[in-house]
């Protein structure tokens, strides 16, 4: 299958290598020349045969829109625009009506599995009309896992996003239990290897998990993680899920703690931040702050 990829950063860079390792044919477009296999969107748009699908893999608010904007003009009646970026589902509903007063279809795709994608693969949440998903059923094959799992037609447009948020909402509350408890090993004297502690959760234990085998990779690489500011930034979805589990009256105590705390390492060098800040540089290749405030 043909397929236009634009935005070739982390995650999109792979994703195209993965579907090109599967056979499919790939025309990506970067404003990073070096990233690209072609000059501009309309180069991407004209190697492309009909039906065409463009799958927009850029950051989330006005990247997306200026992107889809220009798609707008650009493709025909029956083409599909897939947005496979973090964006907030409201903004799907626009974007889906916007296209598809012009006869263009649109599906959005939450993406989980950060620099492990390529080789793991990557967990698809997809929102759209059945006939235009089933479509593209080649391409979420070939991105997803290997197995059974991994991929889920979520509903309509929108509820791939609104699943990815959720799942970013967990994460957050996961990250959190897993900060708060390395803290409290690291806190006691009695216990003298808490990175063993906890690579000893990896097996038998009901905690064990990819989050906790990602903690113990980053406290093989800084013991006490010693190297790290306790800053974390938050996404943005921490925040959507809190404000759409208000405005459906749905307790999400455990999640709005977690969003809280990171807002509180923004105050002081927090311990817990520390391990949240190593957890998303191990799983989504996220910055990190030097402890060293001259960066060295």
């Known amino acids: 299958m043909q397929i236009g990829l634009v935005g070739l950063g982390k995650m999109g860079g792979n994703m195209r290598e993965r579907l090109r390792n599967a056979g499919h044919t790939v025309v990506g477009y970067d404003t990073n020349p070096e990233r690209a296999d072609v000059d501009s969107l309309v180069e991407l748009v004209d190697g492309l045969d009909r039906p065409r699908a463009v799958w927009v893999m850029v950051p989330a608010g006005g ?8 798609l707008a003009t650009l493709l025909k009646p029956g083409d599909t625009v897939i947005d496979g970026g973090n964006s907030r589902w409201t903004d799907d509903e626009r974007h889906a009506e916007e296209l598809g007063r012009r006869g263009i279809n649109f599906v959005d795709a939450g993406v989980s599995g950060g620099v492990w994608g390529l080789k793991n693969g990557y967990a698809l949440m997809v929102g759209g009309e059945k006939e235009t998903v089933d479509d593209l059923k080649p ?13 889920v037609h979520a509903g ?12 970013n909402g967990i994460e957050y509350a996961m990250m959190q239990a897993y900060a708060e408890g390395w803290e409290l090993l690291e806190k006691v004297d009695s216990v003298d290897n808490v990175r063993e502690v906890f690579r000893s959760w990896q097996e038998g234990t009901v905690i064990r998990s990819w989050l906790l085998d990602l903690a113990v990779n980053a406290l093989d690489d800084d013991h006490h993680l010693q190297k790290l500011r306790g800053y974390a930034d938050d996404s943005g979805e921490g925040r959507w899920t809190v404000e759409a589990a208000i405005d459906n009256a749905v307790p999400l105590p455990a999640i709005t703690a977690s969003l809280f705390a990171r807002f509180a390492s923004r105050q002081e060098d927090s311990p817990q931040m520390k391990m949240i800040a190593a957890l998303r540089n191990q799983f989504g290749g996220h910055a990190v702050e030097s402890a060293d405030k001259d960066g060295k």
């Open 63 to 70: 990247a997306t829109q200026h992107v889809i904007d220009q």
């Open 139 to 151: 391409v979420f094959d070939a991105l997803k896992p290997d197995g059974p799992y991994g991929y």
């Open 156 to 167: 309509r447009v929108g509820a791939g996003h609104f699943s990815k948020m959720v799942h």
